[in-house]
């Protein structure tokens, strides 16, 4: 499965199904008492989360995790649609278990792709590396590299974080 984005409005309508899973979420962590060991024993272990996009059920934790692999995706969207227009649009697939080669594609062949991440910082895990050597040998016209993260609060390009062609983008929500 894939999202397609064609425009900062199929973006925004992605984004509003990102906040609803996280309220329905919210509201269930706010309805919790007891013990704090057996708490932190549902949100590690029990289907008490929602899938950000689709209408069912995770782990607490999974439900972060995807929401903010989805919301980085979106983000590079956002920032693509304005960087390329001419390519049709975007088609989504971040995670680990993706319907496509590559987080984000463009519709036009060939023309764009995307790894995307969210993390504490770009260069955690060695996520920045990775992505940047995958994304190196890719045929794609235009290549990226976009992150998330607590210590880039703004879209911005990070020219000093590229290399090999690849361009690397912060993004925000």
Same mark, same amino acid.
């Given at each position: 499965?894939?999202?397609?984005?064609?425009?900062?409005?199929?973006?925004?309508?992605?984004?509003?199904?990102?906040?609803? !899973?996280?309220?329905?979420?919210?509201?269930?962590? &706010?309805?919790?008492?007891? #013990?704090?060991?057996?708490?932190? !024993?549902?949100?590690?272990? #029990?289907?008490?989360?929602?899938?950000? %996009?689709? #209408?069912?059920?995770?782990?607490?934790?999974?439900?972060?995790?995807?929401?903010?692999?989805?919301?980085?995706?979106?983000?590079?969207?956002?920032?693509?649609?304005?960087?390329?227009?001419?390519?049709?649009?975007?088609? =989504?697939?971040?995670?680990?278990?993706?319907?496509?080669?590559? #987080?984000?594609?463009?519709?036009?062949?060939?023309?764009?792709? &995307?790894?995307?991440?969210?993390? $504490? !910082?770009? +260069?955690?895990?060695?996520? =920045?590396?990775?992505? =940047? &050597?995958?994304?190196?040998? +890719?045929?794609?016209?235009? +290549?990226? $590299?976009?992150?998330?993260?607590? +210590?880039?609060?703004?879209?911005?390009?990070?020219?000093?974080?590229?290399?090999?062609?690849?361009?690397?983008?912060?993004?925000? %929500?």
């Amino acid at each position: 499965m894939y999202l397609k984005v064609q425009s900062v409005e199929d973006v925004d309508r992605y984004m509003d199904r990102l906040r609803a !899973s996280a309220r329905r979420a919210q509201e269930w962590l &706010a309805a919790q008492s007891g #013990d704090p060991l057996d708490l932190l !024993s549902k949100i590690k272990f #029990d289907t008490v989360g929602y899938h950000p %996009i689709e #209408d069912r059920s995770l782990n607490f934790i999974e439900q972060i995790n995807q929401t903010w692999t989805f919301a980085v995706a979106l983000a590079a969207a956002r920032q693509l649609l304005v960087l390329h227009p001419e390519v049709g649009g975007f088609r =989504l697939a971040p995670g680990a278990h993706a319907s496509i080669p590559l #987080d984000v594609m463009s519709e036009a062949e060939g023309e764009v792709g &995307a790894e995307t991440f969210a993390a $504490v !910082s770009p +260069r955690n895990n060695g996520k =920045l590396v990775a992505d =940047l &050597a995958k994304m190196a040998q +890719r045929p794609e016209k235009h +290549r990226y $590299v976009f992150f998330m993260s607590p +210590r880039h609060l703004k879209a911005e390009r990070l020219p000093q974080l590229e290399r090999d062609g690849v361009q690397v983008w912060s993004v925000a %929500i």
